[in-house]
């Protein structure tokens, strides 16, 4: 399955490995607005290949849902910005303006604070398998490992 959203390509992808990485620092940004359940933000470990990371619109058994929060990943994890843009997780600002995909459609939803704080992360690595002919698309992300 794919879709076009904004001139980005969704596809169904399938997880094939985590693995634990150690202990790093974990982005998480508060938006300014709520977001759905369905809506999310584009990262990923190279400049092509991003995995949708949702917003926290479940509860945990330690945690309510905060339906403004996106816990993004490790510092080094780039953010699609659109028009082929990215910039470093690190680089996040309050009163950046990011684009906020769901499943139909995307807006953009502005920064209201940015926290970084230690976690242990596992790393997702994700395929498509690849299809008429065209070789595998991988996307990779670091997660931290209380919330994946």
């Known amino acids: 399955m794919k879709e076009v959203i904004n001139q980005v390509e969704f596809k169904c992808l399938e997880i094939i490995r985590i693995e634990f ?20 933000v584009l990262v990923g470990n190279t400049g092509h290949g991003f995995i949708k990371v ?14 403004f929060r996106v816990n993004m990943g490790a510092v080094n994890q780039y953010l699609y910005l659109g028009e082929d843009k990215t910039c470093y997780l690190s680089e996040i600002q309050s009163g950046m303006v990011i684009p906020v995909y769901s499943k139909q459609s995307f807006r953009y939803v502005t ?38």
């Not at 990485?21 to 369905?38: E, K, N, Q, Y």
């Not at 949702?54 to 339906?67: D, G, L, Q, S, V």
């Not at 604070?113 to 595998?136: A, H, I, W, Y």
């Open 21 to 40: 990485m150690g202990t790093g620092t974990r982005v998480c940004v508060d938006f300014i607005d709520m977001l759905a359940p369905t809506e999310g």
């Open 54 to 67: 949702i917003a926290e619109t479940r509860p945990t058994e330690t945690y309510p849902a905060r339906e």
């Open 111 to 148: 920064v209201g604070r940015v926290k970084m704080e230690k976690r242990e992360f596992l790393k997702v690595t994700c395929q498509n398998g690849g299809d008429f002919g065209r070789p595998s698309e991988f996307g990779e992300c670091f997660f931290a490992g209380d919330r994946v």
